[in-house]
């Protein structure tokens, strides 16, 4: 049994977080949303792999800004 389906997100709120190198999102979000069922999703945030150890402060303020 995979993980997600032993688990129960339905109503919880899911905020994706990756790093890349130009593909933004990709299908990361598409792909949680298939297997995370019930879960609402908020708007993600993606960085550029190179600007990862400058993260902190970028994510503290997209982080204020999603609380629902």
């Known amino acids: 049994m995979k993980a997600e389906e032993s688990l129960d997100f339905t109503g919880k709120k899911v905020m994706t977080v990756v790093t890349h190198e130009g593909s933004g999102m990709g299908s990361c979000e598409r792909d949680l949303k298939r297997m995370l069922k019930g879960a609402f999703f908020g708007k993600g945030l993606a960085v550029y792999g190179a600007e990862a150890a400058n993260l902190e402060g ?11």
Do not use: G, T
């Open 58 to 68: 970028l994510a503290a303020e997209w982080a204020k800004r999603s609380v629902l």
